[in-house]
């Protein structure tokens, strides 16, 4: 447990925070491939060469990201929607931004009069039941490679945001909570 702790603290400085999902999103990717098998058996079956993802949609995602963030830092979330661009707080009282993408995206954001001081973005890779935190520092590093003024919502790359990561200075991040199961190598 102690050489775990000191690999997360190394990456974790680093920027690159790697864990297994807990078990029971596990599960739930599970279930979500249970259906997506039965219906594409169903469907052969009825002549259709239809194929249904099951796609688990960006609501979904962004509630896992910010249960997950909670856990990992301690976040006190916030009441849904009363907030605009804040989904909680650090336990040193820094406003947080929670971001998760489960297609190996990069962040979006929309043009708003609030930011929060602190940005956690998580890559969620659901197939692998494992995740990774991209982006853990102030959120001024990051939206300072959006426009200025756009419209709707603007993304930033996988390299833009790791490139905004390397930014952050190690007594700018958010401490983890508690060591985490590192993710077994393929």
Same mark, same amino acid.
């Given at each position: 447990?102690?050489?775990?702790?000191?690999?997360?603290?190394?990456?974790?400085?680093?920027?690159?925070?790697?864990?297994?999902?807990?078990?029971?999103?596990?599960?739930?990717?599970?279930?979500?491939?249970?259906?997506?098998?039965?219906?594409?058996?169903?469907?052969?079956?009825?002549?259709?060469t239809a194929e249904l993802?099951?796609?688990?949609?960006g609501n979904l995602i962004?509630?896992?990201?910010?249960?997950?963030?909670?856990?990992?830092?301690?976040?006190?979330?916030?009441?849904?929607?009363?907030?605009?661009?804040?989904?909680?707080?650090?336990?040193?009282?820094?406003?947080?931004?929670?971001?998760?993408?489960?297609?190996?995206?990069?962040? $979006?954001?929309?043009?708003?009069?609030? @930011?929060?001081?602190?940005?956690?973005?998580?890559?969620?890779?659901?197939? @692998?039941?494992?995740?990774?935190?991209?982006?853990?520092?102030?959120?001024?590093? $990051?939206?300072?490679?959006?426009?200025?003024?756009?419209?709707?919502?603007?993304?930033?790359?996988?390299r833009q945001i790791r490139?905004?990561?390397?930014?952050?200075?190690?007594?700018?991040?958010?401490?983890? @909570?508690? $060591?985490?199961? $590192?993710?077994?190598?393929?």
């Open positions: 447990m102690e050489l775990l702790a000191r690999q997360c603290a190394l990456l974790h400085d680093h920027g690159m925070t790697a864990f297994v999902l807990p078990p029971t999103i596990a599960e739930l990717i599970a279930a979500r491939n249970n259906v997506r098998d039965h219906y594409a058996q169903k469907l052969r079956t009825l002549g259709s993802a099951f796609t688990l949609d962004g509630d896992l990201g910010e249960a997950l963030a909670a856990d990992l830092f301690d976040i006190k979330l916030v009441e849904t929607k009363s907030h605009e661009a804040i989904d909680g707080y650090a336990p040193d009282g820094r406003s947080v931004q929670v971001k998760a993408t489960g297609t190996g995206r990069g962040p $979006a954001f929309r043009q708003t009069e609030t @930011r929060a001081d602190h940005l956690i973005f998580l890559d969620l890779d659901l197939e @692998r039941a494992v995740g990774e935190v991209v982006y853990n520092g102030p959120e001024h590093y $990051a939206v300072a490679l959006l426009p200025t003024v756009f419209t709707g919502q603007r993304s930033l790359t996988r490139i905004a990561d390397g930014f952050v200075r190690p007594e700018e991040r958010l401490p983890l @909570r508690h $060591a985490l199961e $590192a993710p077994k190598p393929e």
